[in-house]
């Protein structure tokens, strides 16, 4: 038995890469911000059954693949003035995010929305097999928080 406490240690990377790498063309006062690894095809189609018609102007999206290297989300998060944050198929402490959340449930930490799903392509890839639970549980935590507000 141990008589140390288990303690996880998480680093706080920078976020400069990362603002490098955001969609361009996003428009000023945009409040989310989704962060992908692959698939953006799939992943515009939800967006745009989601109210988002042009989500490379209406949404800040990343395309950020774990192995690129950690990124400070919580920087990130406040640099952009972000209140709702979708990410798919991150390693929530290498985002240096220090929560724990199962997939497809929407929670609030400190003002902001985060939503944890599976690698767009994972999702894609069971919808194509006929397995619609992972595409049908994300479609459920989008209408529940992250709808076009327009």
């Not at 944890?116 to 935590?141: F, H, M, Q, Y």
Request: glycine residues 8%.
């Amino acid at each position: 038995m141990s008589i140390f406490p288990n303690i996880d240690l998480i680093g706080q990377p920078e976020y400069a890469e990362a603002l490098r790498k955001l969609s361009p063309n996003a428009v000023a006062g945009v409040d989310t911000l989704v962060v992908y690894d692959t698939d953006l095809a799939f992943l515009s189609r939800v967006l745009n059954a989601a109210g988002y018609d042009d989500p490379a102007l209406q949404l800040h999206l990343l395309g950020w693949s774990p192995d690129q290297g950690d990124i400070d989300m919580a920087g990130l998060v406040r640099h952009l003035k972000i209140r709702k944050v979708m990410l798919f198929g991150q390693e929530l402490k290498g985002l240096g995010l220090h929560f724990n959340v199962a997939d497809y449930f929407p929670v609030e930490v400190s003002g902001c929305t985060y939503l944890v799903c599976p690698s767009a392509e994972t999702i894609a890839t069971a919808k194509a097999n006929g397995d619609n639970g992972p595409a049908g549980a994300l479609w459920r935590a989008v209408k529940a928080q992250f709808m076009n507000p327009q």
